[in-house]
């Protein structure tokens, strides 16, 4: 694959992103929790997938089949880690949440291998597979806005820990702006399909998306740091205010 700078200075996206998975993996080693590492799994394949995807046509040739489906791959990795984790964390005892998690993670995994023998990795197409999968983030954003809401009102009564409340709050904006970009993805894939437009990459790569993409990343990249690397200073502010707020 040929690198082309100075746009490929995203390529360092994955690798912020993978040393965020490696400390969450470590975390989830210490305490033995499963949410830690399905997000350090997503963190770690998602930004590879959108990285591989708008760059399929980089690489010869004959091996655009195979990079297309590993994008896929690792796209649908993500997605599965996603449904678990909005499972587990904020659904745990919904039978609907339970079944919507395994019976997701079964449909995207099942669509990536049924991929092979239909042949779809020989055309730019097989992105479209993915439509399914991009759902999830839609699941883990309305459930994050949804635990704020209700934590918000508890916290306004004293039953709620302001760190908390902010943590669900901060997943909330950063999920809605991954999910954002995802809807403008389908919907400008969608566009060229109907136009007969549709390249690998599809709306991934569309230079408005691509702008739009930038602009938006500040918030999620703060909103991801202060979700799993704030200092403890942070917090200190977050109760300060909070403790100043009840005493009004």
Do not use: K
């Amino acid at each position: 694959m040929r690198l082309e700078f100075p746009a490929d200075f995203g390529l360092l996206v994955p690798v912020v992103m993978s040393l965020l998975s490696l400390r969450l993996f470590r975390l989830a080693a210490r305490t033995r929790r499963l949410p830690e590492v399905l997000v350090g799994v997503y963190f770690l394949l998602a930004p590879l997938g959108i990285s591989a995807a708008i760059r399929v046509d980089r690489f010869a040739p004959e091996h655009a089949a195979l990079v297309r489906a590993v994008t896929n791959a690792l796209f649908t990795g993500a997605g599965v880690a996603m449904l678990l984790f909005t499972w587990i964390v904020f659904r745990p005892d919904a039978r609907w949440a339970r079944v919507l998690a395994w019976g997701g993670s079964a449909l995207g995994v099942g669509l990536w291998l049924a991929a092979f023998p239909l042949g779809a990795y020989a055309t730019e197409h097989s992105l479209l597979l993915l439509l399914p999968i991009y759902a999830t983030y839609l699941w883990v954003f309305f459930e994050s806005a949804r635990y704020y809401g209700l934590l918000r009102r508890r916290r306004r009564l004293g039953l709620a820990d302001p760190v908390l409340v902010n943590r669900f709050l901060l997943f909330a904006i950063w999920t809605g702006g991954v999910g954002a970009i995802t809807l403008m993805g389908v919907g400008t894939s969608l566009a060229q399909l109907a136009q007969g437009t549709f390249h690998d990459g599809g709306g991934l790569a569309n230079p408005v998306v691509i702008g739009l993409t930038r602009l938006l990343a500040a918030p999620i990249a703060a909103a991801i740091f202060l979700t799993f690397l704030a200092p403890p200073r942070y917090h200190a502010w977050l109760r300060a205010r909070a403790a100043a707020a009840t005493g009004a």
